[in-house]
Each structure stands twice: as structure tokens, then as C-alpha cells.
């Protein structure tokens, strides 16, 4: 009975050295399973990161079907100066409009956004469909089915402010993630997809539209949105680092500059271009700024397209 | 030519052959251990590819991926717990046959098979990976919900005994996999407003409680009757004779596996369902089925490690990952500057030839590193049988735990082990539990998808497409073969029945 008595005072020891002092080891949580797209990045971004904070570090993954119970406990952990995520954007910026959550984007305190690669409007590059007007067009009879990596994701969220802004008739059919969906686009059972440049170089897929305020070089000829007459629309995948609230402005200095110095290093960008990951840095008052708007961007949109109330 | 000839020297360096050896023993204790599978075994060997080369971390992987799955195996023999949720319907035949003390026939046949199914979709994968490839993309939503329905009878099979008390069990791992967000809106539905279930209920937690932790307790309340004794594992290769006898089995099963697993979103523990559930109507020692015949471990263990195979054939010839662990092979393949996708065939030719031949590089060591690894999980299981029982059950929460580090999946498998108890000793089946959990996700997601895409006509699922009648018709012609056998078995006791009592009135 003593020796449980010990065992459970050292734990309760153990719990409390979690405090507010900065130690050697970090902790990374990455929401999604090992092996995934954002896991991928984040395991390549951790090793020049802790080299430049001077800690081991430990990449943690917290699964889940849309990344919100990894998110949330970074969140939680206010005052811990010892865990960091390496965050995904839906769990940032839709998922708390679209689900009550213990978080929302005021809960963190931001790092820095690593990459973001803009989404295209693709179809199959069996149809017969070159323009978005032909799409338009083809839709009006009977309307298409767009596929999405699942509900309340980018690539919904991207068709859908498409579909409320313009012409064209076309409905939802989420996907467990990317690969199914392009497997139903193969099939035809869906034909329309917005996804990022990774997705469509890698399959037979046909480009129609940008989603970003500007054409993206590599794909001079694939117009804008707002260039089809349509009011501009930005979506981008995009991935950032966050912390909890109520950590020391030094620490987060800390951390910013150690992010600044990995997305520049010779190490992570050489993985990013083979990655097809776009680097696209922002510091941490930037990052925050552009959370918060994409933010007020998707309810806007989730509001929109009758998402959510 | 000269391409396969050199990517043949790709995959026989001594780094790879050595990364194969460690792969594939690591993978077979892995899956051995119930709680830990092919993902935790992936996600433990992950971060080490990322020093090595292209081939040979690709070498491990596929190492630990074809052991872990041949590993599961093992322990679902030798102490009725699928060491993973692929082997669970190799307890069926497997478990009574080491009642019977035929342990080494049936290890031996489980891992003849594993091999057998493993080498054939090898051959499939090399063949004809765009032909099957091509054929699995008119596999539709539609298409994938009449199969399901045709695997979801299996549960019919299975409940011996009791159907009423299968379906109950079948409907209850059904409920379990729709705890989480709806998979077509995304709100969360069975959550009492927690986030913490808001992510859904996982299938490693409720496999290691549903059979591990259960059959833990039962040996406990059971601890001084001979049953609880774990015999002393041992491997007989089955005789030529034997092989050629049941060769039919061992291709169906290593077809329908192959099949199977070239569809995206099934996995190998629906194929080893589905394959069981075939052999079950079509195995001319059918009437044995569940009491310890080999054609049982056949059908489960051919399919299974045929899924490892053809659950290459979509991501190599569409960039389509089949499942989680063909997606963390991906994944493994972009760190290393490939990325898959329809050119991945013509682009990069020579590895993707080294891979196959690694595939099947990896089958041959499994048969070899077979014996020392069924003898490393004999000295195992000689301890006393409470150590045994701790370490299986410390090993199954760590299992529970690594999948996806939410600490709410060691209550569902602690909770889940006390019904699952409950259940076992009320006579209820708990494969059916676990059927409805494998196959809930596919059959919701895909029904209602079908929906959508038929904007909401169910009828029209019937004529979708000639694989989609194909397939529920055979679900027609299986509803009423059952009806009738059943009936002309009502009719021949009533006969008796009434035989015995005129006799009496004689």
C-alpha cells in the first residue's frame, strides 16, 4: 500500500512539473495521422526547428477526422512553453464556426505560417469541358457533383462559395480524403474537384481556375477567378505553427525566430520544392492578422452556402 | 528487360535485404502483440526511412506491413486474440482447432496461406496492375455499398447458434462506428456534447477489448480448468497432398483478398471477412466451417496477405492509397521525391519494378523467419500464464493508445473488454461486433453517397451498373438460399417430429 502511495505522490509530482518554465524537450502535436500530407511537412520542418531552438523535440500525432482534438489541446495547454502545433488550416480557421469548440482563433498565440499552396479548379481530363464556362454552361441541364476530401474542408468550402457566387449548379459529395475522391473523379461519379497543385499534377486532371487574387506562376494560362467575372475568391491549403495563450513574449520571440530561420534553411526548402509544398512565410503578427480574416472569410462563406446557421 | 534486371539489383543490396530481414521479423512480432498492428508498427518504423534510401526504406516498411499481418495470425490461433483486426476471422477456425490440439496444422496452414496469398497478388500486382487498376475505378459508391451488403452477410454465418444474437452484436458494432462526426455532414452525433468523442470510437481500442481483454478475463473466472492452459506453439508445414486437395480455397481466397484490396476504402479485414463468408457457401467442407478446419485459416489468412500485395495496385497505377497504410507508404515515398500518380508507371519504371520485387522478396522471408518467430512467441507464452495475461493486456492499452494518442480510446477498450465479457458469457458472437464496426464506415459512407449521387433515388442503385445488379442479385440468390435451407430444416424436424409422436400414439 506504501509503495502505491509513493507511486501515485510521484505522479502527482510528475503532473505538476509541467509549469510554466521552459524546458529541454518540446513537444510538437500534429493533428493528423502519421504519414500524412501535413505529417510529412511537419516531420521535415521539426529536425532544423528544435536544431535552432537548441531542444529535442518530439513529433506527437493526435488523430482525428478534422484535426480539432489535437488543436484543442495545444489550445488547452495555456501557459505551456512546451508543446507547439504544427497546424493544419481548417482546424484554425473552420472548424470553430462549424462546431462548437473549447477553441476558437483567439486561443493561441501565433508563430508563424510555413506554407500555403493555392487551390485549382479542376475537371477530368477525359471531359470534354476547357473553360469554366463551358462548365457553366454543361451544368445548367443537369447539374454536376463536386467532390471534396471530406465535409467542412478546404476543398468544399472552395466549391461551395464557388457555387453561391456564380452560375454554376453542381452539389456536394464529400470523400474520406483526396484519394477517394479522385478515384470517383476517374470513375465519373463526381466531376468537378478543387484541390492544390500536388493533387493535379499527379493525376489526369485538368485545370479551369485559380482560386487566389492572382494567376500562379507555372500556371500562367489558367485564369483567376475574378478574371471569369466572378467576385475574387482565395483559398489556399495552408499550414502554420501556433502555441497556447499566456506564454512568455520571449519564448514566443524564441520560437518565431527558430521558424523563420527553418523555412529559410537549404534543408527545408529543398524538401518543400520536392514536396510540391509552396513556402510562403509569415511572422507572427501576419500570421495572426491572415488567420483571423480567413477566419471571418469561411464563416462568411459556411454562412453562405447554408452550413451553418 | 534490362529495367527489371536492374531494378532486381536495386532491391538485392545487402542495406535492403538487411532492412527486409528486420522489417519482416519486427512485423511479425508487431502483429503478433495484440493491440499493436500494421499502423503502429509503421508509425514506430516511420521516422527511420527518413536517412535511408528510397528502396530500402520502402523495403522496411513492406516488411513490417506483410509480417504484421501475417503476425496477427499467430496470436489469433494459438489464444483465440487476433493480434490485428485483419487476422480476427482467422480465430474462427483457428481457435478450435488448438482446442482439438492441432495447434502446429493450423499455424502451419495459416502461414502457408499467408504466403500463398501473398506471392499470387505479387504476381497479380506485376501483371496486370493497370487492367485491375482500371477496373477497380467503376467501383463506385454504388458499387461499393452491394458489396458490403454481400460481406455484411457473413454475420449470418458466423452466429452459429443464435442468428437474433449475431445481428445483436452485428447492430452493436454497427451503433459503435457512427459515435463521431457524420461522415457526409460533418456534425457530431452520438457525443454528449464531448470533444473528446467528437473524433469517433477507433477500431484498434474495441478489437483489443472486444477480444484480448475479454478472452483475459474469461481465462481469469476460468484459471484452474485445462482450457486456460496456452498450448506449446509449434509449426507443421501441411503435406503436398493436403495443399493440392485444398489448392481452390487458397486461390479464391487469395483472389478475393487481391480484389478486394485493389478497391480504395475496404482494407484487409473486410477482405478476410468477405473471403470467410465465400467460403462458407462455396468450400465443399462447409458443414466444418467453425469447428476447425483449415479451409477457415485459409480463407481468412490468403485474403488478408493478398490485400498487401493489390493494395499497391491503386497507389501505384492512380496515386490512389487503398488504405491508412498504403497512404504512410505514400507518404514515405513524397519525403523521398516520388510521388505517385499516373505517371508513376511510366516515370520511374525502375522503382516501381524494385518494389515489386521486394514484395515478393518480403513473402519468401515470412515463410523462412515463419519458425524462429512462432518459437521467440512459444518461449512467450511459457511463462506463467499471468504474466502472459499482464503483458498482453499492457501491450494492448499501449496499442490502444498509439493509434491515434487520444487517452479516450484506453477507456473504450477497457469498457469495451467488459462488455465484450458480458457478452461471452451470455453466448453472444463477438465477430459480428467487430464485422459492423470494420464495415459501418463503408456501408454508411457509401449508401448515402449513392444517395447524393442518385439524388436520392434507392431504386436506382439496382440498375446503377452491371457489377451493382451483378452484385445484388448474388445477395438475392444468398437471402434466399438461407430462407430455403432453414425452411426445408424447419420442415424435415417437423417431419420427425411428427414421426416420434405418432410412434408414440402407436
Given at each position: 500500500m506504501?509503495?502505491?502511495?509513493?507511486?501515485?505522490?510521484?505522479?502527482?509530482?510528475?503532473?505538476?512539473?509541467?509549469?510554466?518554465?521552459?524546458?529541454?524537450?518540446?513537444?510538437?502535436?500534429v493533428p493528423f495521422a502519421a504519414g500524412g500530407a501535413t505529417d510529412i511537412v511537419a516531420r521535415s520542418f521539426e529536425p532544423v526547428f528544435s536544431q535552432h531552438m537548441g531542444v529535442t523535440s518530439v513529433v506527437r500525432n493526435v488523430a482525428s477526422a478534422s484535426a480539432t482534438v489535437g488543436t484543442a489541446e495545444v489550445a488547452g495547454s495555456e501557459g505551456n512553453p512546451n508543446i507547439i502545433e504544427y497546424a493544419p488550416a481548417g482546424s484554425l480557421s473552420i472548424q470553430p464556426s462549424l462546431k462548437e469548440l473549447s477553441y476558437g482563433p483567439d486561443s493561441f498565440t501565433y508563430i508563424c505560417r510555413t506554407v500555403s499552396n493555392p487551390m485549382f479548379l479542376m475537371v477530368s481530363k477525359s471531359s470534354d469541358i476547357e473553360s469554366f464556362q463551358q462548365l457553366v454552361e454543361q451544368s445548367q441541364e443537369y447539374p454536376f457533383l463536386y467532390g471534396s476530401s471530406g465535409p467542412g474542408t478546404l476543398p468544399h468550402l472552395a466549391m461551395a462559395a464557388l457555387v453561391v457566387n456564380s452560375d454554376l449548379k453542381a452539389e456536394h459529395v464529400p470523400y474520406s480524403g483526396s484519394g477517394p475522391a479522385m478515384n470517383a473523379l476517374a470513375g465519373n461519379?463526381?466531376?468537378?474537384?478543387a484541390d492544390t497543385e500536388t493533387i493535379l499534377e499527379n493525376y489526369d486532371l485538368r485545370p479551369l481556375a485559380v482560386f487566389a487574387e492572382q494567376r500562379v506562376k507555372g500556371y500562367e494560362n489558367v485564369p483567376a477567378i475574378d478574371e471569369l467575372g466572378l467576385p475574387a475568391l482565395d483559398f489556399a491549403v495552408w499550414q502554420g505553427v501556433v502555441a497556447?495563450?499566456?506564454?512568455?513574449?520571449?519564448r514566443a520571440a524564441q520560437y518565431a525566430d527558430a521558424c523563420k530561420a527553418t523555412v529559410e534553411s537549404e534543408r527545408f526548402r529543398t524538401f518543400a520544392e520536392k514536396a510540391k509544398a509552396g513556402i510562403a512565410y509569415l511572422g507572427p503578427n501576419d500570421f495572426e492578422a491572415f488567420v483571423k480574416r480567413r477566419f471571418e472569410a469561411n464563416k462568411q462563406v459556411l454562412q453562405d452556402a447554408g452550413l451553418t446557421q | 528487360m534490362d529495367v527489371i534486371l536492374a531494378a532486381a539489383g536495386d532491391a538485392f543490396t545487402w542495406q535492403a535485404l538487411l532492412a527486409i530481414v528486420i522489417g519482416t521479423w519486427a512485423g511479425i512480432v508487431i502483429g503478433g502483440l495484440p493491440g499493436l498492428g500494421s499502423v503502429v508498427g509503421l508509425t514506430i518504423f516511420l521516422p527511420f526511412t527518413f536517412g535511408l534510401d528510397v528502396i530500402t526504406s520502402m523495403a522496411l516498411l513492406i516488411g513490417v506491413y506483410c509480417g504484421s499481418v501475417y503476425g496477427g495470425s499467430i496470436t489469433a490461433i494459438l489464444i483465440n486474440t487476433p493480434g490485428t483486426p485483419q487476422s480476427a476471422a482467422t480465430t474462427f477456425d483457428g481457435y478450435p482447432m488448438t482446442q482439438q490440439g492441432r495447434v502446429d496444422e493450423a499455424l502451419g496452414w495459416a502461414t502457408f496461406a499467408s504466403f500463398f496469398g501473398g506471392v499470387l497478388s505479387c504476381v497479380l500486382l506485376i501483371f496486370c496492375a493497370p487492367q485491375l487498376a482500371k477496373f477497380a475505378v467503376n467501383f463506385g459508391s454504388i458499387e461499393v455499398f452491394a458489396l458490403v451488403c454481400l460481406a455484411m452477410l457473413c454475420i449470418v454465418g458466423i452466429s452459429r447458434g443464435s442468428l437474433l444474437k449475431g445481428l445483436l452484436c452485428g447492430m452493436m458494432g454497427f451503433f459503435f462506428s457512427m459515435v463521431g462526426s457524420d461522415p457526409i455532414t460533418g456534425a457530431d452525433r452520438f457525443t454528449f456534447g464531448t470533444q473528446a468523442l467528437s473524433s469517433g470510437l477507433d477500431l484498434i481500442p474495441v478489437v483489443v477489448g472486444a477480444f484480448a481483454l475479454s478472452e483475459i478475463f474469461v481465462r481469469f473466472s476460468a484459471r484452474d480448468e485445462e482450457a486456460t492452459v496456452i498450448p506449446e506453439a509449434r509449426l507443421r508445414f501441411p503435406p503436398l497432398g493436403e495443399i493440392g486437395r485444398r489448392l481452390i480455397e487458397l486461390m479464391r481466397g487469395s483472389f478475393i483478398g487481391s480484389f478486394v484490396g485493389a478497391l480504395p476504402g475496404t482494407g484487409a479485414a473486410a477482405a478476410a471477412f468477405i473471403s470467410y463468408a465465400t467460403a462458407q457457401k462455396l468450400s465443399p467442407r462447409r458443414a466444418q466451417l467453425g469447428k476447425g478446419e483449415p479451409d477457415g485459416i485459409i480463407a481468412s489468412e490468403s485474403s488478408n496477405n493478398a490485400v498487401t500485395g493489390s493494395a499497391f495496385i491503386p497507389t501505384l497505377a492512380l496515386g490512389i492509397p487503398g488504405d491508412v497504410v498504403t497512404a504512410m507508404m505514400m507518404g514515405a515515398m513524397v519525403i523521398h521525391g516520388i510521388t505517385p500518380g499516373v505517371r508513376l508507371m511510366a516515370d520511374q519504371a525502375q522503382t516501381v519494378y524494385a518494389l515489386f520485387v521486394v514484395l515478393i522478396i518480403v513473402n519468401v522471408v515470412m515463410l523462412i523467419l515463419s519458425k524462429p518467430s512462432i518459437g521467440l512467441f512459444r518461449y512467450l507464452f511459457k511463462l506463467p500464464l499471468g504474466f502472459v495475461m499482464a503483458g498482453i493486456v499492457m501491450f494492448s492499452f499501449i496499442g490502444a493508445a498509439s493509434v491515434r494518442g487520444n487517452p479516450l480510446d484506453l477507456v473504450v477498450a477497457a469498457l469495451t473488454g467488459i462488455l465484450a465479457y458480458a457478452l461471452r458469457r451470455g453466448g453472444y458472437p463477438l465477430a459480428p461486433?467487430?464485422?459492423g464496426m470494420v464495415l459501418g464506415p463503408a456501408l454508411e459512407s457509401s449508401l448515402r453517397r449513392g444517395l447524393l449521387i442518385s439524388r436520392g433515388d434507392f431504386l436506382s442503385f439496382f440498375t446503377h451498373s452491371g457489377i451493382a445488379t451483378t452484385l445484388f442479385v448474388l445477395i438475392g440468390l444468398f437471402l434466399v438460399w438461407t430462407l430455403w435451407s432453414s425452411f426445408m430444416q424447419w420442415r424435415a424436424k417437423l417431419a420427425r417430429r411428427r414421426q416420434t409422436s405418432t410412434r408414440v400414439i402407436e
Amino acid at each position: 500500500m506504501k509503495s502505491l502511495r509513493c507511486s501515485l505522490a510521484a505522479l502527482t509530482l510528475a503532473g505538476a512539473t509541467h509549469s510554466a518554465l521552459a524546458a529541454d524537450t518540446l513537444d510538437i502535436v500534429v493533428p493528423f495521422a502519421a504519414g500524412g500530407a501535413t505529417d510529412i511537412v511537419a516531420r521535415s520542418f521539426e529536425p532544423v526547428f528544435s536544431q535552432h531552438m537548441g531542444v529535442t523535440s518530439v513529433v506527437r500525432n493526435v488523430a482525428s477526422a478534422s484535426a480539432t482534438v489535437g488543436t484543442a489541446e495545444v489550445a488547452g495547454s495555456e501557459g505551456n512553453p512546451n508543446i507547439i502545433e504544427y497546424a493544419p488550416a481548417g482546424s484554425l480557421s473552420i472548424q470553430p464556426s462549424l462546431k462548437e469548440l473549447s477553441y476558437g482563433p483567439d486561443s493561441f498565440t501565433y508563430i508563424c505560417r510555413t506554407v500555403s499552396n493555392p487551390m485549382f479548379l479542376m475537371v477530368s481530363k477525359s471531359s470534354d469541358i476547357e473553360s469554366f464556362q463551358q462548365l457553366v454552361e454543361q451544368s445548367q441541364e443537369y447539374p454536376f457533383l463536386y467532390g471534396s476530401s471530406g465535409p467542412g474542408t478546404l476543398p468544399h468550402l472552395a466549391m461551395a462559395a464557388l457555387v453561391v457566387n456564380s452560375d454554376l449548379k453542381a452539389e456536394h459529395v464529400p470523400y474520406s480524403g483526396s484519394g477517394p475522391a479522385m478515384n470517383a473523379l476517374a470513375g465519373n461519379e463526381i466531376q468537378i474537384m478543387a484541390d492544390t497543385e500536388t493533387i493535379l499534377e499527379n493525376y489526369d486532371l485538368r485545370p479551369l481556375a485559380v482560386f487566389a487574387e492572382q494567376r500562379v506562376k507555372g500556371y500562367e494560362n489558367v485564369p483567376a477567378i475574378d478574371e471569369l467575372g466572378l467576385p475574387a475568391l482565395d483559398f489556399a491549403v495552408w499550414q502554420g505553427v501556433v502555441a497556447p495563450k499566456g506564454i512568455s513574449e520571449e519564448r514566443a520571440a524564441q520560437y518565431a525566430d527558430a521558424c523563420k530561420a527553418t523555412v529559410e534553411s537549404e534543408r527545408f526548402r529543398t524538401f518543400a520544392e520536392k514536396a510540391k509544398a509552396g513556402i510562403a512565410y509569415l511572422g507572427p503578427n501576419d500570421f495572426e492578422a491572415f488567420v483571423k480574416r480567413r477566419f471571418e472569410a469561411n464563416k462568411q462563406v459556411l454562412q453562405d452556402a447554408g452550413l451553418t446557421q | 528487360m534490362d529495367v527489371i534486371l536492374a531494378a532486381a539489383g536495386d532491391a538485392f543490396t545487402w542495406q535492403a535485404l538487411l532492412a527486409i530481414v528486420i522489417g519482416t521479423w519486427a512485423g511479425i512480432v508487431i502483429g503478433g502483440l495484440p493491440g499493436l498492428g500494421s499502423v503502429v508498427g509503421l508509425t514506430i518504423f516511420l521516422p527511420f526511412t527518413f536517412g535511408l534510401d528510397v528502396i530500402t526504406s520502402m523495403a522496411l516498411l513492406i516488411g513490417v506491413y506483410c509480417g504484421s499481418v501475417y503476425g496477427g495470425s499467430i496470436t489469433a490461433i494459438l489464444i483465440n486474440t487476433p493480434g490485428t483486426p485483419q487476422s480476427a476471422a482467422t480465430t474462427f477456425d483457428g481457435y478450435p482447432m488448438t482446442q482439438q490440439g492441432r495447434v502446429d496444422e493450423a499455424l502451419g496452414w495459416a502461414t502457408f496461406a499467408s504466403f500463398f496469398g501473398g506471392v499470387l497478388s505479387c504476381v497479380l500486382l506485376i501483371f496486370c496492375a493497370p487492367q485491375l487498376a482500371k477496373f477497380a475505378v467503376n467501383f463506385g459508391s454504388i458499387e461499393v455499398f452491394a458489396l458490403v451488403c454481400l460481406a455484411m452477410l457473413c454475420i449470418v454465418g458466423i452466429s452459429r447458434g443464435s442468428l437474433l444474437k449475431g445481428l445483436l452484436c452485428g447492430m452493436m458494432g454497427f451503433f459503435f462506428s457512427m459515435v463521431g462526426s457524420d461522415p457526409i455532414t460533418g456534425a457530431d452525433r452520438f457525443t454528449f456534447g464531448t470533444q473528446a468523442l467528437s473524433s469517433g470510437l477507433d477500431l484498434i481500442p474495441v478489437v483489443v477489448g472486444a477480444f484480448a481483454l475479454s478472452e483475459i478475463f474469461v481465462r481469469f473466472s476460468a484459471r484452474d480448468e485445462e482450457a486456460t492452459v496456452i498450448p506449446e506453439a509449434r509449426l507443421r508445414f501441411p503435406p503436398l497432398g493436403e495443399i493440392g486437395r485444398r489448392l481452390i480455397e487458397l486461390m479464391r481466397g487469395s483472389f478475393i483478398g487481391s480484389f478486394v484490396g485493389a478497391l480504395p476504402g475496404t482494407g484487409a479485414a473486410a477482405a478476410a471477412f468477405i473471403s470467410y463468408a465465400t467460403a462458407q457457401k462455396l468450400s465443399p467442407r462447409r458443414a466444418q466451417l467453425g469447428k476447425g478446419e483449415p479451409d477457415g485459416i485459409i480463407a481468412s489468412e490468403s485474403s488478408n496477405n493478398a490485400v498487401t500485395g493489390s493494395a499497391f495496385i491503386p497507389t501505384l497505377a492512380l496515386g490512389i492509397p487503398g488504405d491508412v497504410v498504403t497512404a504512410m507508404m505514400m507518404g514515405a515515398m513524397v519525403i523521398h521525391g516520388i510521388t505517385p500518380g499516373v505517371r508513376l508507371m511510366a516515370d520511374q519504371a525502375q522503382t516501381v519494378y524494385a518494389l515489386f520485387v521486394v514484395l515478393i522478396i518480403v513473402n519468401v522471408v515470412m515463410l523462412i523467419l515463419s519458425k524462429p518467430s512462432i518459437g521467440l512467441f512459444r518461449y512467450l507464452f511459457k511463462l506463467p500464464l499471468g504474466f502472459v495475461m499482464a503483458g498482453i493486456v499492457m501491450f494492448s492499452f499501449i496499442g490502444a493508445a498509439s493509434v491515434r494518442g487520444n487517452p479516450l480510446d484506453l477507456v473504450v477498450a477497457a469498457l469495451t473488454g467488459i462488455l465484450a465479457y458480458a457478452l461471452r458469457r451470455g453466448g453472444y458472437p463477438l465477430a459480428p461486433l467487430v464485422i459492423g464496426m470494420v464495415l459501418g464506415p463503408a456501408l454508411e459512407s457509401s449508401l448515402r453517397r449513392g444517395l447524393l449521387i442518385s439524388r436520392g433515388d434507392f431504386l436506382s442503385f439496382f440498375t446503377h451498373s452491371g457489377i451493382a445488379t451483378t452484385l445484388f442479385v448474388l445477395i438475392g440468390l444468398f437471402l434466399v438460399w438461407t430462407l430455403w435451407s432453414s425452411f426445408m430444416q424447419w420442415r424435415a424436424k417437423l417431419a420427425r417430429r411428427r414421426q416420434t409422436s405418432t410412434r408414440v400414439i402407436e
